[in-house]
């Protein structure tokens, strides 16, 4: 049995605590948070100790696994404690609040021999999979461009707080959503980014809620998104371009491709995710997570956290943010 705690009880925490709820060989021995009703409701539904800090908690308990799910500023002050107590860490994205953050984090890791994951889950959902497998296989020629949109409010009515401070959150949309953009770009496109550059618009605060970017990765193919958070329209749409093909994603909805004839088809929605399970990318994530416990593999690792933090500070100093 893997004992696992999770510290910060908002809104990751609970779609966490639904994907470990249906694995046999785990057990939440314990949650925390400041906010002691949010962390008494959680402990009774999952029958774990309450904590209302971090450090008391560690004291207490026998732990494998602290699953981090605090809010970005709070991530480099946790994982070096739950580092320095010997736990193994999961630690939410984005990784930390800048890069110097998230390399304390791997060295703080290392220093204690313990593994670190980041919860960078493109790599777990159902239309990307099947995108990288797709691209793989060469069915529709080879991939040249990549181009997200996500249009939405951002802030939305049930964000957190903290999200539009960037002491605490690290940055705009760019920083939030972005950070899922640049994972699902890279590991479709199987590449690294080697120049990125970008125009923000600070609407609200010292946060950006607008990021027209553009990436060049090491294998040539060229990545763009839009992230416009003040839109009263949401979309999220991911095209492909192939050199005999395109391949349409509508996360967590559907993909849909075409060959020369421009005659899109079905590969997959969201009914096929259902059924077979896929769609709960959550426990596919955690599922890897407690495996490696065993295999001391982590397949996204502290470095690739960091990684994607300094693309982020790329755009960032392209677009003039200090
Ligand atoms: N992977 C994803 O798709 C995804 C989705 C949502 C959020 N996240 C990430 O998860 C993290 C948390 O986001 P959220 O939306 O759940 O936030 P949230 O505000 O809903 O929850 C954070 C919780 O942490 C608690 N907290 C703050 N400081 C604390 C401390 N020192 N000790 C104990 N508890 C403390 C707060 O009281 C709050 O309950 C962020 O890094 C966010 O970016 C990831």
Same mark, same amino acid.
């Given at each position: 049995?893997?004992? *696992?705690?999770?510290?910060?009880?908002?809104?990751?925490?609970?779609?966490?605590?639904?994907?470990?709820?249906?694995?046999?060989?785990?057990? +939440?021995?314990?949650?925390?948070?400041?906010?002691?009703?949010?962390?008494?409701?959680?402990?009774?539904? *999952?029958?774990?100790?309450?904590?209302?800090?971090?450090?008391?908690?560690?004291?207490?308990?026998?732990?494998?696994?602290?699953?981090?799910?605090?809010?970005?500023?709070?991530?480099?002050?946790?994982?070096?404690?739950?580092?320095?107590?010997? *736990?193994?860490?999961?630690?939410?994205?984005?990784?930390?609040?800048?890069?110097?953050?998230?390399?304390?984090? +791997?060295?703080?890791?290392?220093?204690?021999?313990?593994?670190?994951?980041?919860?960078?889950?493109?790599?777990?959902?159902?239309?990307?999979?099947?995108?990288?497998?797709?691209?793989?296989?060469?069915?529709?020629?080879?991939?040249?461009?990549?181009?997200?949109?996500?249009?939405?409010?951002?802030?939305?009515?049930?964000?957190?707080?903290?999200?539009?401070?960037?002491?605490?959150?690290?940055?705009?949309?760019?920083?939030? %959503?972005?950070?899922?953009?640049?994972?699902?770009?890279?590991?479709?496109?199987?590449?690294?980014?080697?120049l990125a550059e970008s125009s923000?618009?600070?609407?609200?605060?010292?946060?950006? &809620?607008?990021?027209i970017g553009f990436l060049k990765?090491?294998?040539?193919?060229?990545?763009? %998104?839009?992230?416009?958070?003040?839109?009263?329209? &949401?979309?999220?749409?991911?095209?492909?371009?192939?050199?005999?093909?395109?391949?349409?994603?509508?996360?967590?909805?559907? +993909?849909?491709?075409?060959?020369?004839?421009?005659?899109?088809?079905?590969?997959?929605?969201?009914?096929?995710?259902?059924?077979?399970?896929?769609?709960?990318?959550?426990?596919?994530?955690?599922?890897?997570?407690?495996?490696?416990?065993?295999?001391?593999?982590?397949?996204?690792?502290?470095?690739?956290?960091?990684?994607?933090?300094? &693309?982020?500070?790329s755009l960032?100093a392209s677009a003039?943010?200090?």
């Amino acid at each position: 049995m893997t004992n *696992v705690a999770i510290i910060g009880c908002g809104k990751i925490a609970n779609s966490h605590v639904q994907a470990l709820a249906q694995m046999e060989d785990v057990r +939440i021995a314990a949650v925390c948070d400041l906010n002691e009703v949010k962390c008494r409701q959680l402990a009774k539904k *999952v029958g774990a100790e309450a904590y209302t800090s971090y450090e008391e908690m560690l004291e207490s308990e026998r732990l494998q696994l602290a699953i981090i799910c605090l809010p970005p500023a709070f991530h480099g002050e946790c994982a070096r404690y739950c580092a320095g107590k010997g *736990v193994n860490i999961f630690l939410e994205k984005p990784m930390g609040v800048d890069a110097a953050d998230c390399r304390s984090i +791997i060295d703080a890791c290392k220093a204690n021999g313990v593994m670190l994951w980041v919860g960078h889950m493109q790599r777990y959902s159902m239309e990307n999979r099947i995108a990288r497998e797709l691209v793989e296989s060469g069915e529709y020629g080879r991939l040249l461009a990549i181009n997200e949109v996500r249009t939405c409010g951002y802030p939305g009515p049930n964000s957190p707080e903290w999200l539009m401070k960037r002491e605490i959150s690290g940055g705009g949309i760019m920083y939030n %959503f972005g950070a899922h953009t640049l994972d699902m770009i890279k590991y479709i496109s199987g590449s690294r980014v080697v120049l990125a550059e970008s125009s923000v618009n600070f609407s609200s605060g010292d946060s950006e &809620n607008v990021a027209i970017g553009f990436l060049k990765l090491e294998n040539g193919v060229s990545a763009t %998104f839009n992230l416009v958070g003040s839109c009263s329209v &949401n979309r999220y749409e991911i095209v492909l371009y192939l050199t005999e093909g395109e391949i349409r994603i509508k996360p967590r909805r559907s +993909i849909v491709a075409c060959g020369r004839d421009g005659v899109f088809q079905k590969i997959a929605d969201a009914e096929d995710a259902e059924a077979s399970r896929d769609k709960n990318w959550q426990y596919l994530q955690l599922r890897d997570v407690i495996d490696s416990l065993k295999t001391g593999e982590a397949k996204v690792t502290g470095e690739y956290g960091l990684e994607i933090i300094e &693309n982020i500070e790329s755009l960032y100093a392209s677009a003039g943010r200090k």
